[in-house]
């Protein structure tokens, strides 16, 4: 069975910085991306960034881009997300998402499996 376990939320003032991580496991890491997802309170769910594990490219959406990034060890079969510069417009419930490929923008059908789901708050 496919896992990712994705601890890492929490509550963090304007301007921190927070890095959650993924950790996946039951298929083949190097053949897929892994994505991350949030969704903020009436909101949809959007894609944030993905890498893909084969050859490392990767994804942002354009209101993350130059705060987060995305880095994969796939020795580990884990998945990072790094945010800094965080705002409280980034608060949301992020999702780690595997078996999955990156698109441009990233959607939800495009990948298999999903985490559990974190909480980031950020306060002003």
């Known amino acids: 069975d496919v896992q990712l376990q994705a601890p890492g939320g929490g509550l963090v003032q304007a301007g921190g910085s927070l890095r959650l991580s993924c950790a996946a496991s039951?298929?083949?890491?190097?053949?897929?991306?892994i994505g991350w997802f949030r969704q903020a309170p009436g909101k949809e769910r959007e894609g944030v960034s993905c890498i893909s594990s084969s050859d490392g490219s990767t994804y942002y959406t354009d209101s993350v881009k130059g705060r987060f990034t995305i880095s994969s060890d796939n020795a580990k079969n884990t998945v990072y997300l790094q945010m800094n510069s965080l705002k409280p417009e980034d608060t949301a419930v992020y999702y780690c998402?595997?078996?999955?490929?990156?698109?441009?923008?990233?959607?939800?059908?495009?990948?298999?499996?999903w985490g559990q789901g974190t909480q980031l708050t950020v306060s002003s």
């Open positions: 998402a595997a078996e999955g490929f990156c698109a441009a923008p990233m959607a939800t059908v495009d990948f298999g499996s």
């Open positions: 039951g298929f083949t890491f190097d053949d897929y991306a």
